[in-house]
């Protein structure tokens, strides 16, 4: 069986145990798989099991994981999982499930069928979502069974509705996405819903799935064939995210997708290397190997793969696609798997030519069967694996020697590969067909492909890529180049002048126009820039923009060169204009394809124009706006100097800037809407000031009236100026309240498991000492009368020096009293800081706070090798009880008593570095205490530690200012105090601080708390 629970009163009290401590040992479960140790976590889990009654089974078989899933509509009427033991259970396995899969994928569907006949025989519960997403994942990659995983999949999106489970969306989003969904639909789909994964995973505190969301979307677009400049930015953006959240996991994932990007994008003499500005593999494997974290080797050894098969070391990427293969069972349903399949089958074909004939054959079987695998998941991903199936076949039909159907595959790869928007492999597809071709002495047609491979890798961003192909094929490069009167150059800007014309591609001047109309966001300001980029670029004389609004074509803007001028707010018909050919514009707003026509007044199907007819213009380049999918707008251009001005080269320009000015005019268009909606409430607010002026002039008696509705209009601002003032500090009392909640809970929970010993230890103590000093008074009796004990007695009375034992054992018994009372004690303090019983506001002894606070943080205070101990000076004045939540009042002496440690630790490093003699002083806190005349109580605590500059000083209280290190403060701790006296208390706050100073903070506290109404 799957689970088995204990039986018997012994199995019950167990149980009960085990519950109280679960939540211990999740909070376990998380810091080790925080830090990386995925088999601590596991290890941890399956034990917190056992004492719930719960055990994997050992032994599976296929028929186990053919279960019969629900339908849709049966999942809604399912019971609802109500048992605290099993739910307990179902949390475990839960958590547990992530690093399993990470470090020990092998018992991975042994958790997921537990959960899933946990969930059958007791109830569904939120978690059970998980579980069928889970289960969705091994039908996918275990079983090969899509349609089923995709079933699952959407059985737990179902789940995630009907309990409103906001805070299992990041774990069920990550698994649907990353691990199932691009078998069945194109890999494009993936991306938003990732990222409201990641926002998800942030809003409701799981930044472990946060992370796994983030690694999965990074590579997903590295994959997907994105330009590599976007996916660069975001994985930069990804790894600092990674940083911040502290999840080791990620923040050693994406550095190294993101160092193959930079070596696609800059190359250098270690191109082929993993060794740059984001991640270094000589330095970080030896620690992935040390820690056995499979998918990290993985991504490594695959990474390498890729670029030493695009750098044409085919060699080396077999030898590193082998090693991946070691861990691939950890990766099985990650889009990084497929990757794997694609780039070994391609580096064994091209190296089979020189393979010894075993070799031959041994590669030969692997390719085969990658290709049965891969042949499998195209029937049903077609989008995403079609083209990289066809590609291999097109490999392995060139190296077997039939050339005919090598020449079939290599143009259904680059097809399909250009259909569904996959450039770079695309572009390989393009690159390995010049190959072919060049092989077999077709030189012209190896030229064609070669050159639509160059054009790819530069359109992905590949610029090393590109720059190897010139390097490897120089002579042709030239030839293809002078042939086409142009020269391409990745980094330079060089010109070749055919009729007069200067014919350009230039990726460094591409980028910037591109940014430029990415930093444009007002409509005039951008069709002006647009319109100019364009006539530079294309070689235009007159350029012409065409907006499509409300169904009409409407011309908003015309440049001309002759003229150095844009105008722009035309508005004007496309149909009432004779600037234009009516028919070609036409033409491309039905079709959204493309017109070029070199002599446009000779174009057959557009040679009678009335326009054209009139104007006997030259070169026109028409081309349709798309926006994800709909026509938007329509770029006019046109030369009246020189025939053949639009080449293919400058229409390559168009295409590469086309996406970002779909994006910039469609973001303008939407901020101009917005423009005019706030002219008109800005000229409705105008009318309404004016209308109430004239009312008053008229009606004098209305002044009060008026006034008394503009108060309450001040005070509904006031109301939502502090709300929203409210709304802006809800991140930081959720982040700082989270954590001392869970603090307190853990720190009552350990008072409460230590109080229970120690109050049996403490209570018979003093029974041990009466029954002591009885056994004391018949041996003295014995003693006395007995002078001439029997050999045996006076043996072992020598042997166990009783003596001793008698003077000893009472001092023994006094130690353990000492012993006793000193873990009552901090039994007492703990209970006193964590205060969980008194969420409510009532009357404390506020000294008592501050030395439970001072007893928590004694072990900070005591001298260290590198300086002295920290001297707390008390100066307590006689209080009454103040009213107040004791619990944050401890938390406001924590930050402030903590802060202060550190202040004066600071100094003396700043002192042991400047070797300066003037801190060899011990460092001091002082505390006190003292009711003012006004019936407030005033809490000072100062130390004489490094203090603080004005600047820091104006921001001490500000949310998230910190001057500690990145990663080891969150600028929240006085943030939060300032809140708890401030606004919680009526209380006040305040701080004063020089450098070498020291500082000094003042709490007054009223005595008694007014409610607000």
Same mark, same amino acid.
């Given at each position: ?461 590949? #610029? ?5 192909? +010139? *390097?490897?094929?120089? =002579?042709?490069?030239? $030839? !293809?180049?002078?042939?086409? @009167? &142009? ?61 499509? #609004? ?5 011309? +908003? *803007?015309?440049?001309? =060169?002759?003229?150095? $001028? !844009?105008?722009?707010?035309? @508005? &004007? ?441």
């Amino acid at each position: 069986c799957i689970f088995s629970p204990f039986l018997g009163e012994y199995g019950r009290a167990v149980r009960q145990l085990s519950i109280k401590r679960v939540k211990i040992y999740e909070l376990q479960i998380q810091f080790y798989m925080a830090q990386n140790q995925m088999l601590k976590s596991i290890d941890t889990g399956l034990q917190v099991l056992e004492m719930l009654g719960v055990s994997l089974a050992t032994e599976v078989n296929e028929n186990s994981f053919s279960i019969q899933l629900p339908s849709l509509m049966e999942v809604e009427n399912t019971p609802e999982m109500t048992d605290p033991y099993q739910l307990a259970a179902l949390r475990i396995l839960t958590s547990i499930t992530a690093p399993a899969y990470t470090a020990k994928p092998e018992i991975v569907p042994l958790i997921v069928l537990a959960q899933i006949e946990l969930s059958t025989q007791y109830g569904y519960s939120a978690l059970t979502a998980f579980a069928y997403a889970f289960y969705g994942v091994i039908a996918c990659n275990s079983c090969g069974d899509v349609e089923k995983a995709y079933h699952a999949s959407q059985l737990a999106l179902k789940l995630l509705d009907r309990f409103d489970a906001n805070f299992l969306k990041c774990k069920v989003y990550n698994l649907f996405n990353g691990l199932i969904r691009h078998w069945k639909e194109h890999l494009n789909q993936v991306f938003q819903t990732f990222q409201e994964s990641m926002q998800t995973g942030l809003e409701t505190g799981d930044i472990e799935y946060a992370g796994y969301s983030a690694t999965a979307y990074c590579a997903s677009l590295f994959l997907a064939g994105k330009r590599l400049d976007l996916v660069e930015q975001q994985q930069r953006q990804y790894i600092d995210l990674a940083i911040k959240i502290k999840q080791d996991y990620a923040i050693y994932y994406i550095p190294i997708l993101h160092q193959m990007t930079l070596n696609l994008q800059e190359g250098g003499d270690r191109k082929c290397e993993l060794v740059g500005e984001s991640f270094n593999e000589n330095e970080t494997l030896p620690l992935f190997i040390k820690t056995n974290n499979r998918i990290l080797l993985f991504v490594t050894y695959l990474s390498k793969t890729i670029l030493l098969y695009l750098f044409k070391k085919p060699q080396d990427a077999i030898e590193a696609a082998g090693l991946a293969a070691e861990h691939a069972a950890s990766v099985l349903g990650m889009v990084v798997y497929v990757a794997h399949n694609f780039y070994y089958s391609l580096s064994l074909l091209a190296c089979y030519p020189q393979a010894t004939e075993a070799e031959q054959q041994q590669y030969l079987q692997i390719v085969n069967e990658n290709q049965q695998l891969m042949g499998k998941w195209a029937s049903s991903a077609a989008a995403n694996l079609k083209h990289k199936y066809e590609l291999v076949e097109a490999e392995k039909a060139r190296v077997l020697g039939h050339p005919l159907e090598a020449m079939e595959y290599y143009d259904r790869a680059i097809a399909n590969a250009k259909k569904q928007g996959y450039v770079q492999e695309e572009a390989l597809a393009s690159e390995l067909a010049a190959e072919f071709y060049f092989s077999i002495g077709r030189s012209k047609f190896a030229q064609i492909y070669l050159t639509q491979a160059y054009y790819g890798y530069i359109h992905w961003g590949a #610029k090393a890529k590109a720059k190897d192909l +010139e *390097a490897r094929y120089t =002579v042709i490069f030239e $030839e !293809v180049l002078n042939h086409e @009167s &142009i020269y391409l150059d990745v980094y330079k800007t060089r010109t070749s002048t055919t009729g007069g014309s200067a014919i350009v591609l230039d990726l460094s001047t591409i980028n910037k126009a591109s940014l430029a109309l990415a930093e444009e966001i007002v409509l005039d300001k951008l069709l002006d820039k647009l319109l100019k980029i364009l006539m530079e670029n294309a070689g235009a004389t007159v350029s012409c923009l065409i907006l499509e #609004k409300n169904g009409q074509l409407l011309i +908003e *803007a015309t440049g001309d =060169v002759k003229k150095n $001028e !844009v105008v722009v707010g035309l @508005s &004007i018909p496309v149909e009432d204009s004779h600037l234009l050919p009516i028919s070609a514009i036409n033409y491309v707003a039905i079709t959204q394809e493309v017109v070029v026509l070199n002599n446009a007044a000779h174009s057959g199907r557009f040679s009678n124009d009335p326009y054209l007819l009139a104007n006997q213009n030259t070169s026109i380049l028409c081309s349709p706006v798309i926006n994800q999918g709909k026509l938007i707008g329509i770029i006019y251009l046109e030369n009246d100097i020189a025939n053949g001005v639009f080449t293919s080269e400058r229409l390559e320009i168009l295409k590469i800037l086309s996406s970002q000015i779909a994006i910039s005019l469609k973001n303008a268009i939407l901020y101009d809407k917005l423009e005019i909606v706030s002219q008109n409430l800005i000229q409705a607010n105008q009318q309404l000031e004016s209308y109430n002026l004239t009312l008053e002039e008229k009606v004098v008696q209305r002044t009060v009236e008026l006034q008394d509705k503009n108060r309450l209009l001040g005070e509904q601002a006031l109301q939502l100026e502090r709300a929203l003032r409210e709304l802006q500090t809800t991140q930081t009392q959720l982040i700082q309240s989270e954590k001392m909640s869970s603090l307190g809970q853990m720190v009552a929970g350990i008072a409460h498991e230590i109080n229970n010993p120690i109050n049996f230890i403490y209570g018979n103590l003093s029974h041990v000492s009466d029954y002591f000093q009885s056994l004391m008074d018949v041996l003295s009796l014995y003693q006395e009368k007995v002078t001439s004990p029997i050999p045996e007695i006076q043996l072992l009375t020598e042997k166990l020096d009783l003596e001793f034992i008698v003077s000893d054992f009472p001092r023994l018994l006094d130690s353990m009293q000492i012993g006793a009372d000193r873990i009552r004690q901090i039994v007492i303090s703990l209970r006193n800081f964590s205060r969980l019983d008194e969420a409510a506001m009532k009357s404390v002894d506020i000294h008592e706070g501050i030395d439970s606070t001072l007893f928590l943080l004694q072990n900070r205070t005591k001298g260290k090798p590198d300086h002295p101990g920290i001297e707390i000076i008390k100066e307590y004045g006689s209080l009454p009880k103040v009213e107040c939540y004791a619990s944050f009042l401890n938390q406001v002496f924590m930050n402030i008593l903590s802060n202060a440690i550190e202040a004066i630790e600071e100094s003396f490093g700043s002192a042991l570095g400047a070797k300066d003699p003037s801190r060899n002083q011990k460092g001091q806190i002082r505390i006190s205490t003292q009711l003012t005349s006004n019936r407030l109580v005033e809490i000072r605590i100062s130390d004489n530690g490094i203090g603080m500059t004005d600047e820091v000083l104006h921001r001490v209280f500000d949310p998230f200012f910190t001057t500690k290190p990145v990663g080891t403060g969150t600028g929240l701790g006085l943030a939060i105090s300032y809140q708890i006296v401030v606004e919680k208390h009526q209380g006040q706050l305040s701080c004063i601080s020089a450098p070498g100073r020291g500082t000094e903070f003042t709490i007054a506290l009223p005595l008694t708390q007014v409610m607000l109404p």
